[in-house]
């Protein structure tokens, strides 16, 4: 199965800037995408590693060929994070959302935060200690892109279940009399499914994931719980700097087809490896 010229289930070798701006309008339902961050660690010779100040440049490409290829329907998940210099915080990641928005066409639908449960601790007696990193929805249509939140839905919580029982939210207004004004918003019943989930994620970090030799994995819980909200089976997710794999991984165990782009080969192997291991009975030819 190809699209245009690219073998689906296949991570494909090259500058994704280039290969990008090959795959055809209209083909991908979702990319989910951790790239390399400026000033970051390094991923081999073949990647230079970029200042804050020529990152958003560089990186704009990618937005600007997305907008084309992807689907009404499909949106851009970006994992990305910034770091401290000399006591002062960068602000390339800011630049690069108010610029994607401005000049490509793609809109943020949404900003999520994801908490990581452990985090170095860092160095200096004045910073607090950093548990977070950035994760943006970006959709080409707002009102045409597809979401399946009941697939997501989590548990109440007490707290929740109890405020539906005594009808009380936190927009209501108690009256002088002791009576409660109800407010127009949220609903009176907690949905049979469950709550949504919040805008704070705490998926696992890769250093979870024992024995992989690539510097800077995905946890799986990332690139799973937004292909499972966002794509249907079958569906075509594109991850354009995929690293070892994990969104290939994710993609499979949710019958999704993947589609990568990564300039080491050594990371495809990895990335053919790791399928080979997780799914023994596939067709091995499938994934390389
Ligand atoms: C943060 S890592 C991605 C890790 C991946 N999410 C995973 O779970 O393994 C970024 C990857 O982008 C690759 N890369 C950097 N510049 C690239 C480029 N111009 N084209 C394609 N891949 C690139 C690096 O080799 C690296 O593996």
Redesign the pocket.
Known sequence: MKIGKFELNKTHLG???KLAKELPDNSVDLIV????YADTVS??NE?KILTPEQYVEWFLTLFEEAKRFLKDSGSFILNINDKSNNGERSTYVFELVYRITKETGLKLFDRYIWFKKSALPMTGDKRLNDRIEYIFHFVKDSKKFKTFTDRIRVPYKEVSLKRFKNKVHGNDIILPNGETKLSQRGSSKPHPKGAKPTTVFRFDT?SALRGLK?P???HPQLPEFFIDWLTNEGDVVL?P???????AIAAKKLNRNFLG????KE?IKMTEERLKQEFPDKNIKEFS
């Open positions: 500058d994704t800037m995408t951790s790239p390399p991923y081999g990647v890769g690539h800077a994995p995905f991850d700097f995929m690293g070892g794999g994990t969104t782009f990564e300039i080491n990371y």
